[in-house]
Structure formats: C-alpha cells, structure tokens
C-alpha cells in the first residue's frame, strides 16, 4: 500500500504564525499542538493552563483570516480548533489577539501566510445559527428566540445547573458556597428585598423552570404566577409544582409579558430574573410601562437583568452570541435601564451589582457541563455543547473584566400621594436565610 507523503508547507507556515502572535505572551502559561501532535509552549518551565489543539492544516486560516468573535467562535464549534484544559484562561489571550493593532506590513505579511495554508474546512454539522421571521420584538418572534435557546433538553439544562434548574446568577455568601447553595440564596434573597408576606399575589416573568415562584410559595406564603415563552420550561415547572403539592397557590403560564392580566387592584410585587436581556432597546418603555399597568401602588418590581459596561457598543453586525446563542437578545447599559424605568414611573430604590457572583456562577456552569460532556452531547449534539461551553466561558471572563455587569434593581410604584410605604432601612434584606 503506497505512503500518502503530507507537505511540511503547511506546519512550518502555522508554526511560524504561532511564533509571531504569541512568541511575547509569556505572562500566562500555555500550549499549542499541532495536528501532527507536536507542540509549541508559552512557558516550557510550567504546566499549560490549557492547550489549543489545531485539527487539521487549515485551522489556523479558519481562525484568523477574517479574526471576530463570531469567525473565532465558529471554528471552535466545527471543530477546526479545539481547547483542552481551562476554557476560561483561553479569553485573555483571545482579547489581546482581538485587540491588538497590527501595522499594515504585519496584515499583509499575515494574510499572505495564513491564505497559503489550505482551505479545508472541518465542518460535520454546519449551520447558520438561529433562522428567525417575522418583524423583531414582536410576540411571533419572541417566542421563536426563546425557543431556540431554551426548549433544549431538559435534561440537558439539569446536567450543568443546580439541582433546583435555576439559570441565572447565583448569589454566593463566600466564594467557597457551592452551586446548590448559593441559588438558594439568590433566590431567598429576592423574596428578602421584595418583602415578600404571606397572602401577596407574585408575578415571575420569565420564571424559567419554576425555581423562584416554588421557594416564594413554599417559605413565604404568597401566591404566585410564572410565565415563561419555553415550552420545555412550562412542562417541567408545572410537573415540579404539582409533585410538590403547590398547585392551589403556584402556576406557570406559557405567556407574553405584553399579554398578562393583573387581578384586582393589581399584581403586589413583580419580578424578572434573567429575562431582560430578551426585551431590546426599542421595547424598553413598554416593557416598564406593562409591569407599571400590572402593579398596584405601594407595589415593588425587582429586575435582575444583566448590563453593558457604558463604555462598551452593543455591536449590530451578526456576533458569535446573537448567531449561535441568543438571537435578538441586546445589552444596555444600566442607565438606559434606569431612565426607561423612570420614564415610566417608577422610583429607582436600589441598585446592587452582581458582577463578580455572576462570573462564579458561570464557572461552575462550565465546570459542570465538562464533567457532563459525555451525556450532554447525548441529550443534544456536539455543536450543542461546544456552543454551551464557548459561551459560558466567555460570559465568565466578560463579568471578569467589567465588559458586563448583573444589576438588581428595586423599583416602586409610589401610592399616589407619594408615599413609599417602605422601610427607612434594609436590615431585614441581610437577616440569616
């Protein structure tokens, strides 16, 4: 049988790539491996935190030809690249890579090397991402969004959340509280700010899997009404809360935040956790203006909602996050949330940020699926996870470095002679749970 013989062109050409791009960073530990399985190290005299595996000739082309977020996001995903080790510790170093200016020369000489290599692309399951119709922000469309990104498996979700399914961030007492623990605590620290008492109706928009409404129920008494647009999501809560026996006080609708119906007198308190992000610049004022229509005076709106850093641009070309995770989410920044919530009447009686619980919450997200990765591309597939992994990871170094921000707000309806009907002081928010 004849020897197949592979040029060298192709690896002396990427090695010298790897030497001229990262030959200077020396400051984090870690390892490149060739497709032919030798390596190149940052730092010969430590372990890699991680190491990028090029799969084929051509992946370095893949990567760097056209360098964005999205073009380095897809060549993970199909596989042309792949990362061992921390996922995390890879973000700095794509940042800088991203970041850096290179001269005109340096393009030039770049682009020549990186068009020699071969154009071969390892794409198995390629797509373009999310395919939504119809005009954005609408309900039809909305529901589209979510359902892309939420009616996975369940058992997928389960795989790397807490044992409660609560996907948003956690609130950790000390850096060392587990994952179970802290959700517990975020969720019982909600219900704290929101005073909530027993017999008070609650609205949860966009409850997820029913976390929220089912430990306000069970350790505060009130009645509560969830509503997500996730199928998947209402399935499971409606199953948890009937096995828990709080059907007479708890229920999760499938249902548009524009399309709810306050009681009498109005909803008591409101909140949204994780849900803002879907809402959208242009839908802003409705959105504070339908909560301000469904809560009674006196009432109080917490929204937990993640914020771009005021200096940083939501980009409106197609980004790796909008194509492959969450199609038409938008981030603003908190004072574009304030102004909107003010606009619509309310008074903004605290604000506290969240960033550095959101980035370990992430964390262990992370860690969880990698522990689970085998059974996590059983319950989706292989891009499912990729995507998951690529995602979380960068979401964890983006609260890192301040590019995002988690905000709850407390926001009141004032009765109409002004009146809080609020305490002077937060001490009962920090009571033992």
């Known amino acids: 049988m004849a020897t197949v013989q592979v040029s060298r062109a192709p690896l002396e050409i990427s090695k010298s790539i790897v030497h001229s791009l990262?030959?200077?960073?020396?400051?984090?530990?870690?390892?490149?491996?060739?497709?032919?399985?030798?390596?190149?190290?940052?730092?010969?005299?430590?372990?890699?935190?991680?190491?990028?595996?090029?799969k084929h000739p051509g992946a370095l082309r893949q990567m760097l030809l056209n360098p964005s977020d999205l073009t380095l996001g897809e060549a993970y995903i199909y596989d042309d690249f792949d990362i061992e080790g921390d996922i995390i510790a890879v973000?700095?170093?794509?940042?800088?890579?991203?970041?850096?200016?290179?001269?005109?020369?340096?393009?030039?000489?770049?682009?020549?090397?990186?068009?020699?290599?071969?154009?071969g692309v390892n794409i198995t399951q390629a797509t373009e991402g999310a395919q939504l119709h119809g005009r954005v922000h609408s309900r039809g469309r909305d529901r589209q969004a979510i359902s892309y990104h939420y009616d996975r498996s369940n058992e997928f979700y389960r795989l790397f959340l807490d044992r409660q399914m609560v996907y948003s961030c956690a609130y950790f007492p000390t850096p060392e509280t587990s994952l179970d623990d802290a959700q517990t605590a975020k969720l019982d620290y909600i219900c704290r700010k929101l005073r909530l008492r027993p017999g008070e109706t609650l609205l949860d928009i966009g409850c997820g899997w029913g976390g929220l409404v089912m430990h306000a129920v069970r350790h505060y008494g009130v009645k509560a009404l969830g509503i997500t647009l996730s199928t998947n999501q209402a399935t499971y809560a409606?199953?948890?809360?009937?096995?828990?026996?709080?059907?007479?006080?708890?229920?999760?609708?499938?249902?548009?935040?524009?399309?709810?119906?306050?009681?009498?007198?109005?909803?008591?308190?409101?909140?949204?956790?994780?849900?803002?992000?879907?809402?959208?610049?242009?839908?802003?004022?409705?959105?504070?203006?339908?909560?301000?229509?469904?809560?009674?005076?006196?009432?109080?709106?917490?929204?937990?909602?993640?914020?771009?850093?005021?200096?940083?641009?939501?980009?409106?070309?197609?980004?790796?996050?909008?194509?492959?995770?969450?199609?038409?989410?938008?981030?603003?920044?908190?004072?574009?949330?304030?102004?909107?919530?003010?606009?619509?009447g309310f008074e903004v009686r605290d604000v506290e940020s969240l960033r550095e619980h959101y980035a370990l919450t992430l964390r262990h997200w992370v860690h969880n699926l990698e522990t689970h990765q085998a059974e996590a591309r059983q319950n989706t597939d292989e891009l499912t996870y990729r995507v998951w992994r690529l995602y979380m990871a960068g979401s964890s170094h983006a609260f890192v470095t301040g590019h995002n921000n988690l905000y709850q707000s407390?926001?009141?309806?004032?009765?109409?002679n002004g009146a809080s009907g609020l305490p002077i002081h937060r001490d009962d928010w920090y009571r033992q749970a």
Not at 279 to 284: D, K
Request: charged content about 20%.
């Open 22 to 54: 990262f030959g200077s960073f020396r400051d984090i530990p870690f390892a490149i491996r060739y497709w032919d399985g030798s390596e190149w190290r940052s730092q010969l005299e430590s372990a890699p935190l991680f190491t990028v595996v090029l």
């Open 91 to 119: 973000m700095p170093i794509a940042d800088r890579l991203m970041e850096h200016r290179f001269s005109p020369i340096e393009q030039a000489r770049f682009a020549a090397q990186l068009l020699s290599l071969p154009n």
């Open 238 to 344: 409606r199953e948890q809360i009937a096995a828990a026996g709080l059907g007479d006080q708890c229920q999760v609708e499938i249902l548009d935040y524009r399309d709810v119906q306050a009681p009498r007198g109005g909803f008591d308190k409101i909140v949204s956790v994780g849900m803002f992000e879907h809402v959208g610049s242009a839908r802003l004022r409705t959105y504070f203006d339908r909560v301000w229509h469904l809560l009674r005076p006196g009432g109080v709106f917490l929204n937990h909602g993640i914020a771009l850093n005021s200096h940083v641009s939501w980009a409106k070309v197609k980004s790796f996050i909008t194509t492959y995770v969450f199609p038409d989410g938008e981030l603003m920044p908190i004072s574009t949330t304030l102004t909107a919530a003010e606009a619509a």
């Open 410 to 416: 407390l926001l009141l309806k004032p009765y109409t």
